[in-house]
């Protein structure tokens, strides 16, 4: 399975965002749900860029 640059790019941030806010809002810091918001929203907008690339190369 290959998937572009930017799909993967949304994936690792999106990942890593998720990540740090979750991080965050264990340790009550500001600007926790900001950061997990964009985390949540930039991995859900990779995971559906995988399934494009993934539907783009299962077509014949």
Request: glycine content about 10%.
């Amino acid at each position: 399975m290959h998937l572009s640059r930017l799909t993967l790019t949304l994936l690792f941030l999106g990942g890593a965002a998720l990540l740090a806010g979750l991080t965050f809002k264990l340790n009550h810091l500001m600007g926790a749900e900001t950061l997990f918001n964009v985390g949540a929203l930039a991995l859900v907008l990779g995971l559906l860029s995988a399934v494009k690339d993934v539907w783009k190369r299962s077509k014949p």
